[in-house]
């Protein structure tokens, strides 16, 4: 089936430790999208990608790096200068920036 | 403040009510998404809305799109505990095609 899949669920990380977060989708889309949810705060843009070897820095990107090596992949690393990443992530693509976004289960970080 | 205001931020209502969240911007929506979300989980697809003066449905669940492409309203009739969750308007806020900005997202409860 097709889809997009993120893990690990759970991620638990100790201060100044990078983690990285994997996306990754079957659905052919070119365009892939990394958002960071706090409560009562919405989803704020990361790191968005329209094609293969390119991304574009979102909202709130510092403390955040991305690469896009393949289309199906897009990873998303939370390096130890990400002074609160304790948050809930959730990857998305489309097939392009105008259409509807589909969404990953999400990823949660919580830094100990 | 959000450039998409959600309200109310959240919301309990007895089975079997109707109810009805809003999502209004200070900019015209180019294309104005509503998505669900379950505690803990991904954005499920809703429905989408371009054209000022919109009204798409699917079950017991209408949404609309006002004639001046500001504000967009979901209506639930008669509320069943598996409507519960979050609901979060997205939409695009440029008409160059720019990422979708999202709202703070509504909290709803159903009471049996």
């Known amino acids: 089936d097709g889809g997009i899949t993120q893990s690990p669920k759970y991620l638990f990380r100790k201060e100044g430790q990078n983690v990285t977060l994997s996306c990754e989708q079957n659905?052919?889309?070119?365009?892939m999208y990394w958002y960071r949810q706090d409560p009562g705060q919405g989803l704020r843009l990361i790191y968005y990608?329209?094609?293969?070897?390119?991304?574009q820095k979102g909202d709130i990107a510092e403390g955040y790096s991305v690469s896009r090596e393949k289309k199906e992949s897009f990873p998303l690393t939370v390096t130890s200068a990400q002074k609160n990443p304790t948050a809930f992530y959730l990857c998305?693509?489309?097939?392009?920036?105008?259409?509807?976004?589909?969404f990953g289960p999400g990823t949660r970080l919580t830094v100990l | 403040s959000q450039e998409l205001e959600q309200s109310p931020q959240s919301l309990i209502v007895q089975e079997g009510k109707n109810l009805t969240i809003n999502c209004t911007s200070s900019?015209?929506?180019?294309?104005l998404y509503w998505y669900k979300q379950k505690y803990g989980e991904g954005l499920i697809f809703l429905m989408m809305?371009?054209?000022?003066?919109e009204e798409k449905s699917h079950e017991k669940i209408t949404a609309k799109l006002d004639e001046k492409k500001q504000q967009s309203s979901l209506h639930i009739t008669a509320s069943q505990p598996s409507h519960a969750g979050i609901y979060l308007c997205?939409?695009?806020?440029?008409?160059?095609?720019?990422?979708?900005?999202f709202g703070g997202g509504t909290r709803l409860m159903v009471k049996p």
């Open positions: 998305a693509s489309s097939t392009n920036r105008y259409n509807e976004q589909f």
């Open positions: 997205g939409a695009g806020l440029n008409n160059a095609g720019n990422m979708l900005t």
């Open positions: 659905l052919n889309h070119d365009a």
């Open positions: 900019k015209t929506l180019y294309g």
């Open positions: 990608s329209q094609i293969v070897n390119d991304f």
């Open positions: 809305l371009q054209k000022g003066g």
